[in-house]
């Protein structure tokens, strides 16, 4: 049988068994985790995070890089860091195979650049944040160097200026994001991709600070972000309060029981008490 001294037999547990107790702490830590992260998402919006890579990520991934239009050989980074300029064709028909896409993007050029002026490029999907297959596909982009400033009325009736820049794709239909995309470039600016557009290769920032190297500035757009729903951060909450329950049960289960100690544990012990003073 046990006797229940509770305060005593919890601080000799304590003493006897670090390794329970750390265990103990990591499940009531990881309790309380739960149920905050449940109510953090409450009132919060929250990433989906089923989506990987959606149109902020692949515009943030593009201004990461800089566009340079005049480097030598010796400056121009691998032929796997930038591949060539690609025709997506295959013998499949190349209307679903494919994608062109013109969208109007939050980026904005850094320094002087001249108008209407088109500068193209060929990037790696793992450039723009891709994964799995699509890492290894090639895109082929075109901006368009002139920037136009639409005003955005804020929910609190004030207007603010916000520049975009045209910006077209041609890559699989498979490697770009399937999630809300930013709007279609005017018919004017897509007319602009027919002009000559000047070969750049994309760098990363840091490599180089050449003049004939363009910056871009990107403002991630809110709308670009799938969140959860409501009804999805519901579920979440409902299953995070779940486990949280089954760990503080668990948590109560091992205090309760530390709180017990065996008889047997008691003899055992002023049997070596009455050893040591036998021997002495």
Not at 95 to 105: E, G, I, R, Y
Not at 181 to 210: D, I, L, M, T
Not at 267 to 278: E, F, P, R, V
């Amino acid at each position: 049988m046990g006797q229940w001294r509770p305060v005593s037999n919890l601080k000799d547990q304590v003493y006897r068994h670090p390794p329970v107790v750390v265990f103990f702490l990591s499940l009531l830590i990881l309790s309380i985790t739960f149920v905050s992260t449940g109510l953090y998402s409450q009132n919060h919006d929250i990433k989906n995070p089923d989506i990987s890579v959606d149109w902020n990520e692949v515009l943030g991934s593009i201004a990461g890089f800089k566009f340079c239009t005049h480097l030598n050989d010796t400056d121009a980074p691998p032929e796997e860091d930038s591949p060539r300029m690609v025709e997506h064709s295959d013998r499949t028909n190349i209307s679903t195979s494919s994608a062109h896409v013109s969208l109007l993007v939050p980026l904005v050029f850094i320094g002087d650049v001249p108008d209407n002026t088109v500068i193209s490029a060929t990037m790696l999907g793992s450039q723009l944040g891709m994964k799995g297959a699509a890492a290894k596909a090639s895109v082929n982009i075109s901006l368009l160097l002139h920037a136009d400033v639409t005003d955005n009325r804020t929910p609190a009736g004030t207007q603010t200026s916000q520049s975009l820049t045209c910006l077209h794709f041609t890559a699989l239909t498979h490697v770009l994001p399937q999630t809300p995309s930013p709007p279609e470039c005017p018919v004017a600016e897509n007319e602009g991709k027919s002009a000559s557009p000047v070969r750049a290769v994309a760098v990363e920032s840091y490599k180089h600070s050449s003049p004939h190297c363009f910056s871009l500035e990107f403002t991630p757009d809110p709308h670009l972000t799938v969140l959860l729903t409501k009804d999805e951060k519901a579920l979440c909450r409902y299953h995070l309060l779940l486990v949280s329950v089954v760990l503080l049960v668990i948590c109560v289960l091992m205090s309760l029981c530390g709180t017990f100690s065996s008889r047997s544990r008691l003899y055992q012990g002023t049997d070596l008490q009455k050893d040591s003073l036998l021997s002495q």
